[in-house]
């Protein structure tokens, strides 16, 4: 049976910088420290007026087409990953295919929000396992809620920012324990599903003045989730990796978290008895970026030079819904 490697990765930020003192101005008050202190924030990219979540989407996807080495034409499938897409309908997918050539591509969108990434990932490494056809897949995470936030919302103005990650997926004939996708997990609490998101512009509420005035068509936190719920969850699914795949957590090299606060990410660590450089983080210059933050925190510490083959990597996801998402795979 064929299995997915990853074969290459790519990410991309837009240029405008968004400092903590921009906020402190802003909204009138000292909002710096909270954010540095804790959740080790210090800027974030937005997006410029005339760009979107494609644009970062295909910058990302064409860095990493090129560092794989294949021409858009051998893909044989697009998966983006994204609550944040550039149309209601079509897919955000469809633009990609088109603007990079990939004349050959199947496309579709995955939306789990913000564990949008590792649940397209998931698919991604399935289709290539289950369908010899299927030979590059290409799964890139796109975020621009800079475009749904309320200015003057410091719950959400504050953390929330754009970017795009890609990974290219290919197939290869390896063992599967030796190299490539090895196992993964979804699971939901979706009993959250009405405590944070983007509620107004689909059928139960269509944009109106009264969605408008309400701001239900801007992303909000309605009700505060418990404290521990992330971590939580995180360090089970990470266990639960473990056992399928007979390892345990200190043989991971480096787990990939969803990047929203970093004391969610070290408390998992804790929990997991890992030391905490085992989790990479990219938060601090580039904000909270949802669906993107996983792929980008990859590519840069593949970058970095802090991966290498044979390295065992976990990316553990979670998003509004609640949607949760994790995959383990042998670089």
Request: with cysteine.
């Amino acid at each position: 049976m064929q299995n997915a490697i990853i074969l290459s990765c790519g990410a991309y930020a837009p240029a405008r910088v968004v400092p903590n003192s921009y906020f402190d101005e802003s909204l009138g008050e000292n909002v710096s420290t909270w954010l540095e202190e804790k959740v080790q924030i210090f800027e974030r990219r937005w997006c410029a007026e005339d760009e979107s979540t494609a644009d970062l989407a295909e910058k990302a996807a064409l860095q990493t087409l090129e560092r794989g080495g294949i021409e858009a034409d051998k893909l044989d499938l697009i998966i983006v990953a994204t609550d944040t897409p550039e149309f209601l309908s079509p897919s955000t997918a469809s633009v990609i295919q088109h603007r990079i050539g990939a004349h050959n591509a199947g496309t579709f969108d995955v939306n789990s929000a913000c564990a949008g990434f590792v649940t397209a990932l998931d698919m991604g490494a399935k289709y290539i396992q289950a369908d010899e056809q299927y030979q590059h897949v290409l799964v890139i995470g796109a975020y621009a809620m800079s475009k749904h936030l309320n200015k003057e919302d410091k719950k959400t103005v504050t953390l929330f920012a754009d970017g795009a990650g890609a990974v290219l997926l290919k197939a290869s004939e390896t063992e599967t324990q030796t190299k490539g996708f090895l196992a993964s997990e979804l699971l939901s609490k979706g009993q959250y599903n009405e405590w944070m998101g983007v509620y107004g512009g689909g059928t139960k509420m269509p944009v109106d003045e009264k969605v408008l005035a309400n701001h239900d068509h801007q992303l909000k936190f309605v009700r505060r989730f418990p404290s521990d719920l992330n971590a939580s969850i995180w360090a089970e699914m990470a266990q639960n990796l473990c056992k399928r795949i007979e390892v345990k957590p200190t043989d991971v090299a480096q787990y990939f978290i969803t990047q929203i606060n970093i004391n969610s990410i070290f408390d998992t660590l804790d929990r997991l008895e890992v030391t905490r450089e085992k989790g990479h983080t990219v938060m601090h210059n580039y904000g909270y970026t949802g669906s993107a933050c996983i792929p980008m925190a990859f590519n840069d510490a593949w970058e970095k030079g802090t991966l290498k083959e044979g390295d065992l990597v976990f990316f553990i996801g979670s998003g509004g819904g609640l949607a949760f998402a994790s995959a383990a795979f042998r670089l």
